[in-house]
């Protein structure tokens, strides 16, 4: 049998009512949702009862999908069913680094609320966005954004699919261009330009807040979104690049299935990451946690095994 790889999700895929269910299913994943309220209140109310609007924030967004991602790891660690391996796409990363006990959680949750209130302010500071790219390979959206105004490909997701970051003015222009060779752009749900130049300040930072934090080495192998690679040097600078850096997800994947992955499982609201898995390598298998019913399944496909 081949390793299991836990994937903790990426902003974009919350919604609302996310993680209500697997609270009231699990104890573990309950105490996750008391935890996280006692060091931010109002969060469990936020991921249960909150409009999109309000969660699509990056500052509530980024500590609900944390709680999220970090209950649904509760509830299988509960059932006993551990991962052999872990990366998170963007502020999923965090959670990776908190399942991989780099952090305890009290730290990984502060680490993602000061990461979220960053990114949000350095996107209020600019009028930025983000869009999929679709049906083109890699050298062609890097030549139609060398050809735009501050516009550049941050997150490498799959074969034909790359997220791009810039100005909103220069978003016509990039549709427009990515129809012209053959492609299609979808706006993403995301308030800012990430993992790009505009995120700089933010970096900056978040780099000075964890100088207060002690990071220790994953307890398994845990993958970079800057690298693709597993886990090695400067924690620290890893997770402050991140923020405005791309984001090296299809070499993730791939290298955590040439390390032995054949399942994965996504943890945290939606089935984004699996979709990006399955186009990047479909003779893998693809789970996803955030409620009973996906919880179930897993146990019962995977754990059985």
Not at 40 to 56: I, K, V
Not at 153 to 176: D, H, K, W
Request: charged content about 15%; proline content about 6%; aromatic content about 8%.
């Amino acid at each position: 049998m081949g390793k299991i790889a836990f994937v903790f999700s990426g902003q974009g895929a919350q919604y609302p009512g996310m993680g209500m269910a697997l609270a009231q299913s699990s104890k573990a994943a309950a105490a996750v949702f008391q935890t996280a309220d006692s060091l931010r209140p109002g969060t469990s109310a936020q991921c249960f009862s909150a409009d999109a609007a309000t969660l699509r924030e990056t500052a509530n967004t980024q500590p609900c999908m944390f709680a999220v991602e970090m209950a649904a790891a509760a509830a299988l660690t509960e059932a006993g069913l551990r991962a052999d391996m872990a990366a998170g796409f963007s502020l999923g990363e965090l959670a990776a680094l908190t399942y991989a006990q780099s952090v305890d959680f009290e730290t990984g949750f502060q680490l993602v609320c000061r990461r979220g209130a960053l990114m949000q302010e350095a996107a209020q500071q600019q009028s930025t966005a983000m869009a999929a790219v679709l049906r083109l390979p890699e050298a062609e959206v890097e030549r139609i954004c060398a050809g735009l105004q501050q516009v550049c490909p941050v997150n490498y997701n799959c074969p034909g699919q790359i997220a791009v970051s810039g100005p909103e003015s220069q978003m016509p222009a990039l549709f427009a261009a990515v129809k012209a060779a053959g492609g299609r752009a979808v706006p993403l749900n995301v308030a800012g330009g990430f993992h790009s130049p505009f995120m700089a300040g933010a970096a900056e930072a978040f780099a000075r807040f964890l100088d207060q934090y002690t990071l220790i080495p994953p307890a398994l192998p845990l993958y970079a979104n800057c690298t693709g690679a597993p886990y090695e040097g400067d924690l620290k600078k890893l997770l402050a690049n991140q923020i405005c850096m791309p984001v090296r997800w299809e070499k993730t994947v791939r290298s955590m299935i040439a390390a032995g992955a054949d399942t994965f499982v996504e943890l945290g609201p939606g089935q984004t990451l699996c979709g990006l898995i399955r186009k990047t390598d479909s003779g893998v298998r693809t789970f996803s946690v955030s409620d009973p019913a996906g919880l179930e399944t897993v146990l019962t496909e995977v754990k059985a095994c």
